[in-house]
């Protein structure tokens, strides 16, 4: 057990809706992670915030978004979805900023768009 | 852009075999390299890392050795279990070359250990 959570673990839903998907980070962790993983890009990195403001941008498409709240947990949001989002999106977290701090991964939340 | 390549597999090998798995980066400043381990159903581990040249990352019986003049960090055990089956990932951190914190993975390896 990495001490991250995600909710929820699997998620079902049709094109054109809008979803969310929520990470409590270890605790004391002040930087959450977001990927994705699919059978055709691999694992991606989305986004990472840090300490509530966004920090830096990867592969993230205009239609999602994310946020990290006072409590530090982190929400991402994914909109008007396509059959190609569905995958495996992970979130991780590590104390501090800097690439040589470990990242932990959470269990992931399944997302099948149908 | 980083990047970072590794075999495919599956790879199979026997219980008690030598595992070497392969894995080579490009990056723009100096990054630091992780070995994760995803078992089937759940998240990523964190296996070992090195974060600077000539650096060994050691942890369950696995290594693996920072070689920046060949750029590569390639993930060796001694002798494999049956339990050591799982997709082995390599990934690196460019953020000293004012990249950002995300880590840049590898397509995965398949290490199928039988018994």
């Known amino acids: 057990d990495s001490g991250v959570t995600q909710t929820p673990k699997h998620l079902i839903t049709a094109t054109g809706q809008r979803v969310t998907l929520r990470c409590s980070p270890r605790s004391g962790d002040l930087s959450v992670y977001w990927y994705q993983q699919s059978l055709d890009q691999g694992l991606q990195f989305l986004i990472q915030y840090y300490n509530g403001e966004e920090r830096a941008k990867g592969n993230i498409l205009e239609r999602f978004s994310a946020q990290q709240f006072p409590d530090l947990h982190s929400e991402l949001n994914l909109s008007s979805l396509e059959l190609g989002d569905s995958a495996l999106y992970f979130c991780a977290s590590s104390v501090d900023v800097g690439g040589n701090y470990e990242q932990y991964f959470g269990p992931g939340t399944r997302l099948t768009v149908t | 852009g980083d990047s970072v390549t590794q075999m495919e597999g599956p790879v199979t090998l026997s219980e008690e075999a030598f595992l070497t798995i392969n894995c080579t980066y490009t990056?723009?400043?100096?990054?630091?390299l992780f070995w994760y381990v995803q078992y089937p159903g759940e998240g990523l581990q964190l296996l070992l890392k090195?974060?600077?040249?000539?650096d060994k990352g050691s942890n369950k019986g696995f290594e693996a050795t920072y070689r920046k003049e060949t750029t590569s960090f390639h993930l060796e055990k001694g002798s494999v279990q049956v339990s050591d089956s799982a997709v082995y990932f390599c990934a690196l951190s460019d953020s000293s070359g004012g990249g950002a914190d995300g880590l840049t993975f590898g397509k995965g390896t398949h290490l199928i250990i039988q018994p």
């Open positions: 990056a723009t400043g100096y990054p630091s």
């Open positions: 090195a974060t600077k040249a000539d």
